[in-house]
């Protein structure tokens, strides 16, 4: 089932939902991977690409907090890590699967395990940073240009 955006997964309306919004297309393209030859090759590969993206988003986000005084950032930063920490372990589980049967398990249990964590995460955490959007809008908007600088250097 993939995840489809809503408003009241809305923190900033910039750089935070942007890189959620982004986060979202990743878990939606882990789950159309289709079973076959070089699914789990493409199920490593998006597993990689989250991983790599979360963490650069991680760190955006936990410096918006920082600069704010966040009261539970140090909370949220540990969350984190905890994600990254299982993404890795899925990838190493991954490249142990050896039969189509246990592929479709690690696929159908992963794909849960991302959509779940994703949106309990931004509804039960995330949202908790909406009273400090506009103290954290100046810094923002260098991150939102971050953004901009990085589609144009990929487009």
């Given amino acids: 089932m993939t995840i489809q955006w809503r408003e009241e997964l809305s923190i900033d309306r ?3 939902d942007q890189d959620h919004h982004t986060l979202i297309a990743i878990i939606n393209s882990f789950e159309t991977i289709e079973a076959g030859q070089k699914s789990a090759a ?13 963490h650069a988003h ?3 986000e936990e410096k918006l907090q920082r600069m704010v005084g966040f009261p539970d950032a140090a909370s949220h930063h540990q ?4 994600l ?9 589980e991954l490249a142990a699967v050896t039969s189509d049967e246990d592929l479709a398990t690690f696929r159908a249990h992963m794909s849960g395990f991302l959509h779940d964590w994703l949106l309990d995460h931004i509804m039960q955490n995330d949202l908790l940073m909406k009273p400090f959007v ?5 810094q923002a908007a260098l ?8 589609r144009a250097m990929a487009g």
């Avoid at 493409?42 to 979360?54: I, M, N, P, R, T």
């Avoid at 969350?79 to 905890?82: D, N, T």
């Avoid at 506009?134 to 100046?138: D, I, K, T, V």
């Fill in 14 to 16: 910039g750089p935070i």
């Fill in 42 to 54: 493409k199920l490593a590969a998006v597993l990689a690409k989250l991983e790599q993206y979360g």
């Fill in 58 to 60: 991680f760190e955006r």
């Fill in 79 to 82: 969350q984190h890590r905890i």
């Fill in 84 to 92: 990254l920490h299982s993404l890795a372990g899925a990838r190493a």
């Fill in 134 to 138: 506009r103290a954290m809008a100046p």
């Fill in 143 to 150: 991150i939102a240009n971050l953004h901009a600088a990085v």
